[in-house]
């Protein structure tokens, strides 16, 4: 079977996901020190600030009950991270979660708990392992949850959808590779930064 052409992702000089990612790996620097941006990965680069307003998006977009639930009790982004992944399957296991999320055990268990304490989700015992607990959507949020997620997951959908399977995954993969050196990153301050190579 041939291969369909690769789609485009609307960058300058007609440069793809995969080739950004392979440009990034071969100029990838040392750890521990920093590097200015090539021309082409700049091009990604001034991508990123357009992502901004979708991200501030959020509060506004949240259904008055659930900004409610979020404003007080406190629940932060990385609250809200965790409903989709209930949302693509439920119940799961706490250990399960964290693994999606790529977090600590213990740090998904602090976001699960905030979550069970402001009414968005429900812990229970797993029957058939009691050393693990299983979480779930409590089910008289469901239908807001569920609301609120298809709302903000339509652009990125729409995006996904223009793209070919090949370049989907190479998207998906590069915003997992972005959001691991995201989270990775140590907290320099500006003033001791490395200068760059």
């Known amino acids: 079977m041939v291969e369909p052409p690769v789609q485009k992702f609307g960058f300058p000089n007609s440069l793809d996901l995969r080739s950004i990612y392979n440009l990034s790996m071969q100029h990838a620097a040392e750890p521990g020190t920093h590097r200015l941006p090539t021309p082409e990965e700049t091009q990604a680069i001034g991508l990123v600030p357009l992502l901004a307003p979708y991200i501030r998006q959020a509060p506004a977009e949240m259904p008055d009950e659930l900004r409610t639930v979020f404003d007080t009790h406190s629940l932060t982004a990385r609250h809200g991270a965790v409903l989709p992944q209930l949302l693509a399957e439920q119940p799961l296991a706490v250990s399960e979660l964290a693994r999606r999320l790529r977090l600590s055990l213990s740090t998904t268990s602090e976001l699960v708990g905030a979550l069970d304490r402001a009414g968005l989700v429900e812990r229970r015992e797993d029957p058939t392992n009691r050393r693990r607990t299983l979480v779930a ?61």
């Open 137 to 197: 959507i409590a089910d008289d949020r469901l239908p807001v949850v569920e609301a609120f997620i298809a709302t903000r997951s339509q652009p990125l959908l729409r995006a996904l959808d223009s793209l070919s399977p090949r370049d989907r995954a190479g998207f998906i993969a590069g915003l997992n590779a972005w959001a691991r050196e995201v989270r990775d990153r140590p907290a320099t301050p500006p003033d001791r930064a490395p200068a760059p190579k």
